[in-house]
Nanobody, 114 residues
Framework: QVQLVESGGGLVQPGGSLRLSCAAS????????WAWYRQAPGKQRELVAS???????SYADSVKGRFSISRDNAKNTVYLQMNSLNLEDTAVYYC????????WGQGTQVTVSS
């Protein structure tokens, strides 16, 4: 049974930074394209960033230049470095594969507020 455990969220002021982590236990981690998603209150879940098994990355326009996705195959972990956070980044952040191979984890709350 694969478990996705997201962590690293919190309360941050506009302009601040956070680094999210997602540990994917029991998965065939290294062969998959992983992604970070987020869901803001009253909005649909959206894909924020993805990273292929070869390390190629892709970002939503809203986060391009501010967020950076990376992975550590040895640790079955994917990361999301978030810089220059703004109020619109407030959401619950989740990881999964781009094909939504696994069930959703509990997510990690990111709140950007002054």
């Amino acid at each position: 049974q694969v478990q996705l455990v997201e962590s690293g969220g919190g309360l941050v002021q506009p302009g601040g930074s956070l680094r999210l982590s997602c540990a994917a236990s029991g998965s065939i981690f290294s062969g998959l394209t992983w992604a970070w998603y987020r869901q803001a209150p009253g909005k649909q879940r959206e894909l924020v960033a993805s990273i292929t098994r070869g390390g190629s990355t892709s970002y939503a326009d809203s986060v391009k230049g501010r967020f950076s996705i990376s992975r550590d195959n040895a640790k079955n972990t994917v990361y999301l470095q978030m810089n220059s956070l703004n109020l619109e980044d407030t959401a619950v952040y989740y990881c999964n594969t781009v094909s939504l191979r696994y069930g959703w984890g509990q997510g990690t709350q990111v709140t950007v507020s002054s």
